[in-house]
């Protein structure tokens, strides 16, 4: 079967956003999930999930950000640096976690002293780390900043009946998700995590309207694809992965990744966002109050009720727990997921790696191996 998202997921630039800034549209890059894509689509402006896809090396991300950072915002820098994000308009910083948070001052910087390394419009959007009333109403304001400064700076404005349109497309994408998830779930899933994978970064990639018609095609396909046979039943959880190649290597002929709980993964999408409110705050609720993420302060009973749930849901035989070098959150909480997972009899492993072009396969595959054996 024809994969239509692997391309995208594997490259920066692809077709679609050719044509779209053909048609003299722009496009705005942003580093975290919690940036509202909807009110960027209202405008007529795609929203672009950022991505170290393709780094080579990451000699100008070490040189400004030091040797002891994650190893995902360093190659992000590296391809703004050698030229490879020169098809965005614009971009926007969201304190996810300290890394990226550095990622403001790094690319500020990169960008005096490396020509066209810095696009000409750059924002930060703050994000609470806390889902309160109080945050709520600071997290709003920011957006509406945000709002302001895209106006301004692109000569458009927003409309809040194009806004209710943009959300309604992009609840139509989440629910198409939750069938592709539907069908991971089966005894036999039809469909491998590494393909998966690929639909949902390409949801990050390409214009929604899109997105959700290539969807609708590839989930009509999948219901007719013949059983693949019985394979250990993983679910991936911990720090962001746009990685496919990582995906394939831990499936290899032995598993499947059946589900995840991952940033660029399923972890942002279940729940829809509210279409009878205003638009804007139900958006500003929605991005803040879905904290599946480690950055949010007092929540993890809450994030491992849904991990239990997503093992549940799927049927796992066994918890992959990963972390990029020097995640300092992820790495902490993979900490207590396996503590509690085990307690509960559920074979877990935790796995620290890097990203791009520092990945050691080889280490990488003999841990899942050898945990394949055992969960066996």
Known sequence: MNNPFMDIARTLENKYIVQWKENGNAVIGYTCSYLPDEILYSMGILPFRMRGTGAGSTSIGDTYFGPFICSMPKCI???????????????????????????????RKAGGDIEGAL????????????????????????????????????????????????????????????????????????VSGAESMAV????????????NSLLEEYLA???????????????LAGSANDDVELLQLIEGDKAVVVADNICFGTRFHPDIVNEDADPVSALAEHYLFRSECPRMFGDYKKRYSILREKIDSAGVDGVILQN?????????????????????????????????PMVETGRVKMRVDAFLERIG
């Open 77 to 107: 820098l590296q391809l703004a640096g050698e030229g490879s994000y020169g098809f965005l308009d614009g971009a926007v910083v969201i304190p996810g976690c300290d890394s990226m948070r550095r990622m403001d001052d790094c690319w």
């Open 221 to 235: 396909e999948l219901r007719l694809r013949k059983n693949p046979g019985t394979k250990k039943r993983i679910l």
């Open 200 to 211: 949902i970064l390409a949801g990050s990639a390409i214009p929604r309207d899109i997105f």
């Open 119 to 190: 696009p000409e419009f750059f924002h930060h959007l703050g994000v609470p780390h806390k889902a309160v009333d109080y945050s709520l109403t600071w997290f709003r304001q920011e957006i509406e900043e945000f709002v302001a400064a895209v106006e301004k700076h692109f000569s458009v404005k927003i409309n809040e009946d194009r806004l209710r349109e943009s959300v309604k497309t992009y609840n139509r994408g989440r629910k198409l998700l939750r069938e592709l998830q539907e069908l991971r779930n089966l005894k036999s899933s039809p």
């Open 324 to 356: 990029i070098r020097f995640c300092d959150l992820h790495g902490s909480e993979n900490g207590l997921f396996e503590r509690d997972l085990e307690k509960e009899g559920i074979p877990s492993m935790r796995l620290e790696r890097e990203y791009g």
